[in-house]
Protein backbone atom coordinates (compact mmCIF):
# COMPACT_ATOMS: atom_id res chain seq x y z
CA UNK A 1 0.00 0.00 0.00
CA UNK A 2 1.30 2.98 -1.20
CA UNK A 3 1.64 6.15 1.83
CA UNK A 4 2.25 10.02 0.44
CA UNK A 5 3.77 12.18 3.09
CA UNK A 6 4.09 16.11 2.15
CA UNK A 7 6.29 18.84 2.94
CA UNK A 8 5.59 21.19 6.19
CA UNK A 9 3.26 24.56 6.03
CA UNK A 10 4.98 27.24 4.27
CA UNK A 11 4.28 30.90 4.85
CA UNK A 12 5.39 33.02 1.53
CA UNK A 13 5.06 37.00 0.20
CA UNK A 14 2.93 38.28 -2.63
CA UNK A 15 5.05 37.32 -6.11
CA UNK A 16 7.08 34.63 -4.82
CA UNK A 17 7.28 30.94 -5.53
CA UNK A 18 6.61 27.70 -3.15
CA UNK A 19 7.67 23.96 -3.90
CA UNK A 20 5.69 21.05 -2.22
CA UNK A 21 7.08 17.83 -1.82
CA UNK A 22 5.06 14.12 -1.81
CA UNK A 23 7.31 11.44 -0.89
CA UNK A 24 5.99 7.83 -1.70
CA UNK A 25 7.05 4.95 0.13
CA UNK A 26 5.41 1.23 0.14
CA UNK A 27 4.56 0.72 -3.96
CA UNK A 28 5.81 1.23 -7.36
CA UNK A 29 6.33 5.17 -7.65
CA UNK A 30 7.02 5.63 -11.30
CA UNK A 31 3.85 4.10 -13.09
CA UNK A 32 0.73 5.58 -12.09
CA UNK A 33 0.24 9.52 -11.90
CA UNK A 34 0.92 12.22 -9.01
CA UNK A 35 -1.88 14.71 -8.76
CA UNK A 36 -1.89 17.95 -6.87
CA UNK A 37 -5.81 18.82 -5.73
CA UNK A 38 -6.10 22.30 -3.31
CA UNK A 39 -8.38 23.68 -1.22
CA UNK A 40 -8.93 27.09 -0.12
CA UNK A 41 -9.56 27.93 3.28
CA UNK A 42 -13.74 27.05 3.43
CA UNK A 43 -14.19 25.98 0.00
CA UNK A 44 -14.16 22.63 -2.82
CA UNK A 45 -11.39 20.86 -4.45
CA UNK A 46 -9.54 22.16 -7.74
CA UNK A 47 -7.60 19.37 -9.56
CA UNK A 48 -4.06 21.18 -10.37
CA UNK A 49 -2.31 19.06 -12.31
CA UNK A 50 -0.03 15.97 -12.55
CA UNK A 51 2.31 14.18 -14.01
CA UNK A 52 3.41 9.46 -14.39
CA UNK A 53 7.28 9.79 -13.00
CA UNK A 54 7.93 6.86 -15.63
CA UNK A 55 6.84 9.44 -18.63
CA UNK A 56 7.46 12.62 -16.84
CA UNK A 57 5.17 14.63 -19.02
CA UNK A 58 3.09 16.88 -17.28
CA UNK A 59 -0.91 17.28 -17.73
CA UNK A 60 -1.98 20.80 -16.17
CA UNK A 61 -5.35 22.22 -15.52
CA UNK A 62 -5.53 25.21 -17.74
CA UNK A 63 -6.03 27.71 -14.75
CA UNK A 64 -2.75 26.84 -13.88
CA UNK A 65 -0.84 26.15 -16.75
CA UNK A 66 1.56 29.45 -16.46
CA UNK A 67 2.06 29.28 -13.09
CA UNK A 68 2.43 25.53 -11.75
CA UNK A 69 5.42 23.24 -12.79
CA UNK A 70 5.14 19.76 -11.70
CA UNK A 71 7.86 17.36 -11.86
CA UNK A 72 8.75 13.75 -9.70
CA UNK A 73 11.96 12.39 -8.77
CA UNK A 74 12.50 8.64 -9.69
CA UNK A 75 15.41 8.09 -7.60
CA UNK A 76 14.01 9.79 -4.74
CA UNK A 77 10.09 8.51 -5.04
CA UNK A 78 9.18 11.99 -4.52
CA UNK A 79 7.13 14.23 -6.67
CA UNK A 80 6.82 18.09 -6.54
CA UNK A 81 4.59 21.43 -7.27
CA UNK A 82 5.78 24.21 -8.02
CA UNK A 83 3.76 27.31 -8.00
CA UNK A 84 5.09 30.53 -9.10
CA UNK A 85 3.99 34.48 -8.70
CA UNK A 86 1.87 33.41 -5.23
CA UNK A 87 -1.19 35.47 -4.91
CA UNK A 88 -3.12 35.57 -1.54
CA UNK A 89 -5.89 33.71 -3.10
CA UNK A 90 -3.28 30.83 -3.60
CA UNK A 91 -3.65 30.92 -0.08
CA UNK A 92 -4.91 26.80 0.54
CA UNK A 93 -4.11 23.21 1.96
CA UNK A 94 -2.41 21.21 -1.32
CA UNK A 95 -2.74 17.68 -1.50
CA UNK A 96 -1.06 15.20 -3.32
CA UNK A 97 -2.45 11.96 -4.88
CA UNK A 98 -2.14 8.71 -6.30
CA UNK A 99 -4.19 8.68 -9.38
CA UNK A 100 -5.15 4.91 -10.65
CA UNK A 101 -5.27 4.16 -14.08
CA UNK A 102 -7.42 1.73 -16.91
CA UNK A 103 -6.18 -0.35 -19.04
CA UNK A 104 -5.87 2.41 -21.93
CA UNK A 105 -3.80 3.99 -19.16
CA UNK A 106 -6.51 6.99 -18.52
CA UNK A 107 -5.88 8.88 -15.21
CA UNK A 108 -8.79 7.70 -13.01
CA UNK A 109 -10.04 7.97 -9.19
CA UNK A 110 -7.27 9.12 -6.73
CA UNK A 111 -6.14 7.37 -3.74
CA UNK A 112 -4.26 7.24 -1.55
CA UNK A 113 -4.06 11.19 -0.28
CA UNK A 114 -1.31 12.93 1.17
CA UNK A 115 -1.77 14.78 4.15
CA UNK A 116 -2.07 18.32 2.75
CA UNK A 117 0.56 20.95 3.01
CA UNK A 118 -0.96 24.94 4.28
CA UNK A 119 0.88 27.33 2.18
CA UNK A 120 -0.12 31.04 3.05
CA UNK A 121 0.83 33.91 0.95
CA UNK A 122 0.78 37.23 3.06
CA UNK A 123 2.72 40.27 2.83
CA UNK B 1 -15.14 21.11 -18.97
CA UNK B 2 -17.06 19.09 -17.05
CA UNK B 3 -18.69 20.63 -14.43
CA UNK B 4 -20.62 19.21 -11.53
CA UNK B 5 -23.32 19.85 -9.61
CA UNK B 6 -24.34 18.40 -6.05
CA UNK B 7 -27.22 18.74 -3.97
CA UNK B 8 -28.50 19.33 -1.27
CA UNK B 9 -25.42 22.18 -0.34
CA UNK B 10 -26.30 20.53 3.62
CA UNK B 11 -28.19 17.92 4.54
CA UNK B 12 -29.50 17.76 8.34
CA UNK B 13 -30.06 14.17 9.72
CA UNK B 14 -29.99 11.91 12.69
CA UNK B 15 -28.13 8.81 13.41
CA UNK B 16 -29.91 6.08 11.99
CA UNK B 17 -31.49 7.58 9.53
CA UNK B 18 -30.51 7.18 5.42
CA UNK B 19 -28.71 9.70 3.28
CA UNK B 20 -29.68 10.33 -0.22
CA UNK B 21 -26.28 12.53 -2.38
CA UNK B 22 -26.88 13.78 -5.61
CA UNK B 23 -24.54 14.68 -8.53
CA UNK B 24 -25.21 16.39 -11.50
CA UNK B 25 -22.51 16.45 -14.37
CA UNK B 26 -22.60 19.42 -17.50
CA UNK B 27 -21.66 16.42 -19.90
CA UNK B 28 -22.70 12.56 -20.17
CA UNK B 29 -19.94 10.77 -17.94
CA UNK B 30 -18.34 8.20 -20.09
CA UNK B 31 -17.52 4.64 -18.33
CA UNK B 32 -19.43 6.29 -15.33
CA UNK B 33 -15.99 7.48 -14.57
CA UNK B 34 -17.32 9.19 -11.41
CA UNK B 35 -16.02 8.53 -7.56
CA UNK B 36 -17.23 9.89 -4.08
CA UNK B 37 -15.33 11.22 -1.32
CA UNK B 38 -15.60 12.00 2.13
CA UNK B 39 -13.55 14.73 3.83
CA UNK B 40 -14.06 15.03 8.00
CA UNK B 41 -12.49 18.57 9.25
CA UNK B 42 -8.79 18.76 9.00
CA UNK B 43 -7.83 15.66 7.12
CA UNK B 44 -7.51 14.78 3.44
CA UNK B 45 -10.23 13.53 1.48
CA UNK B 46 -10.99 9.87 1.27
CA UNK B 47 -12.25 8.10 -1.89
CA UNK B 48 -15.35 6.28 -0.51
CA UNK B 49 -16.44 4.82 -4.06
CA UNK B 50 -15.23 5.31 -8.01
CA UNK B 51 -16.50 3.76 -11.18
CA UNK B 52 -20.17 5.15 -10.04
CA UNK B 53 -21.19 2.12 -8.01
CA UNK B 54 -17.61 0.48 -6.85
CA UNK B 55 -16.68 0.37 -2.67
CA UNK B 56 -13.48 1.15 -2.08
CA UNK B 57 -11.34 -1.13 -0.29
CA UNK B 58 -12.34 -0.54 3.55
CA UNK B 59 -15.39 1.24 2.82
CA UNK B 60 -18.48 -0.26 5.13
CA UNK B 61 -21.60 -1.66 2.70
CA UNK B 62 -23.75 0.85 4.16
CA UNK B 63 -22.01 2.99 1.19
CA UNK B 64 -23.18 2.75 -2.20
CA UNK B 65 -23.35 4.39 -5.56
CA UNK B 66 -25.42 4.33 -8.25
CA UNK B 67 -26.43 6.89 -11.57
CA UNK B 68 -24.86 6.76 -14.99
CA UNK B 69 -24.70 9.59 -17.38
CA UNK B 70 -25.52 12.72 -15.87
CA UNK B 71 -26.96 11.60 -12.93
CA UNK B 72 -25.63 9.90 -9.87
CA UNK B 73 -26.27 9.38 -6.12
CA UNK B 74 -24.17 8.53 -3.27
CA UNK B 75 -27.14 6.51 -0.39
CA UNK B 76 -25.32 6.21 3.15
CA UNK B 77 -28.10 3.69 4.24
CA UNK B 78 -28.33 4.09 8.22
CA UNK B 79 -25.93 7.16 9.74
CA UNK B 80 -22.88 6.35 11.96
CA UNK B 81 -21.90 9.41 14.00
CA UNK B 82 -18.60 9.05 12.15
CA UNK B 83 -20.64 9.48 8.63
CA UNK B 84 -21.34 13.26 9.47
CA UNK B 85 -18.75 14.74 6.73
CA UNK B 86 -18.33 17.05 3.63
CA UNK B 87 -18.74 14.33 0.32
CA UNK B 88 -17.80 15.44 -3.07
CA UNK B 89 -18.21 13.89 -6.10
CA UNK B 90 -15.09 13.97 -9.02
CA UNK B 91 -15.41 12.80 -12.95
CA UNK B 92 -12.42 11.25 -14.20
CA UNK B 93 -13.90 10.77 -17.83
CA UNK B 94 -12.24 14.01 -19.17
CA UNK B 95 -9.51 16.04 -17.75
CA UNK B 96 -9.59 18.60 -16.17
CA UNK B 97 -10.94 15.98 -13.33
CA UNK B 98 -13.48 18.63 -11.90
CA UNK B 99 -15.14 18.59 -8.23
CA UNK B 100 -18.43 19.15 -7.29
CA UNK B 101 -18.87 21.56 -4.79
CA UNK B 102 -19.99 19.25 -1.84
CA UNK B 103 -22.60 18.36 0.75
CA UNK B 104 -22.41 19.14 3.86
CA UNK B 105 -23.56 16.47 6.45
CA UNK B 106 -24.05 17.61 9.53
CA UNK B 107 -26.17 16.08 12.70
Known amino acids: QVQLVQSGAEVKKPGSSVKVSCKAS????????IVWVRQAPGQGLEWMGG????????NYAQDFQDRVTISADKSTSTGYLELNRLRPEDTAVYYC????????????????WGQGTLVTVSS | EIMLTQSPGTLSLSPGERATLSCRTS???????LAWYQQKPGQAPRLLIY???SRATGIPDRFSGSGSGTDFTLTISRLEPEDFAVYYC?????????FGQGTKLEI
Open chain 1, 97 to 112: ARAWTGQLLEWLYFDP
Open chain 1, 26 to 33: GDTFSSYP
Open chain 1, 51 to 58: IIPMFGTP
Open chain 2, 27 to 33: QSVRSSY
Open chain 2, 51 to 53: DAS
Open chain 2, 90 to 98: QQYADSPYS
